[in-house]
């Protein structure tokens, strides 16, 4: 099976730098993703990776260490519009490699 | 393009009805699933399908039942509600990239 830990909640200022991690504990691993989710909305995509190293969207940089089972999310210049739930997920490997699960989330919190 | 249309949007049922949640889209995504979200529980799978005719259980599929008869729909069915069936369900769609797309939910409660 599969098992993924956030931290439930991070807090940072408006204009800073935040990291969320994510662990993993998986019995096949493809990739890790990241997804936000707004209060009252669906969740979207932000960003995947699939081979070690750094991933780079805008203001939105994405993690992974497969030998640590480790991945985490930078967002830089944190904007108020930044305050959102942000999960982690993983995706099974072929032929299954459509089957994602999701981490609890991380509630961040943007402080003015 | 619609996207991800989920239907209804809210609903209130008894313990014991059934309903069916519905899933279409016009992305032509080969995959489809279906999610629910409590709490501090994050999204949890349910059952998902890779194609038209294939279905398979996800992490709670107890409850529920899938078929997949076309590539654009793909309905979640509650043969009887129960309370602890109250919660917010996403259906959501993949080109196989790993990339979800996800409908904007369907809010149950189960009385």
């Known amino acids: 099976g599969q098992s993924l830990e956030q931290p439930s909640e991070v807090t940072a200022v408006e204009g800073a730098i935040v990291q969320i991690n994510c662990t993993y504990q998986?019995?096949?691993?493809?990739?890790l993703s990241w997804y936000q989710q707004h209060d009252g909305g669906a969740p979207t995509f932000l960003s995947y990776?699939?081979?070690?190293g750094l991933e780079e969207t805008g203001r939105f940089s994405s993690f992974l260490s497969r030998s640590d089972s480790y991945g985490y999310l930078l967002l830089q210049e944190l904007q108020m519009k930044d305050s959102a739930s942000y999960f982690c997920a993983v995706r099974d490997p072929p032929p299954r490699d459509d089957k994602i699960i999701f981490g609890k989330g991380t509630r961040l919190h943007i402080l003015p | 393009n619609a996207g991800v249309t989920q239907t209804p949007k809210f609903q209130v049922l008894k313990t014991g009805q059934s309903m069916t949640l519905q899933c279409a889209q016009d992305?032509?995504?080969?995959?489809m699933s279906w999610y629910r979200q409590d709490p501090g529980m994050g999204l949890r799978l349910i059952h998902y399908s890779v194609g038209a005719g294939i279905t398979d259980q996800g992490e709670v599929p107890n409850g529920y039942n899938v078929s997949r008869s076309t590539t654009e729909d793909f309905p979640l069915r509650l043969l009887s509600a129960a309370p602890s069936q109250t919660s917010v369900y996403f259906c959501?769609?993949?080109?196989?990239?790993?990339?979800?797309?996800f409908g904007e939910g369907s809010r149950l409660t189960v009385l």
């Open positions: 992305m032509n995504h080969e995959y």
């Open positions: 990776n699939a081979l070690d």
């Open positions: 998986t019995s096949g691993f493809y990739g």
């Open positions: 959501a769609t993949s080109k196989g990239t790993g990339e979800l797309f």
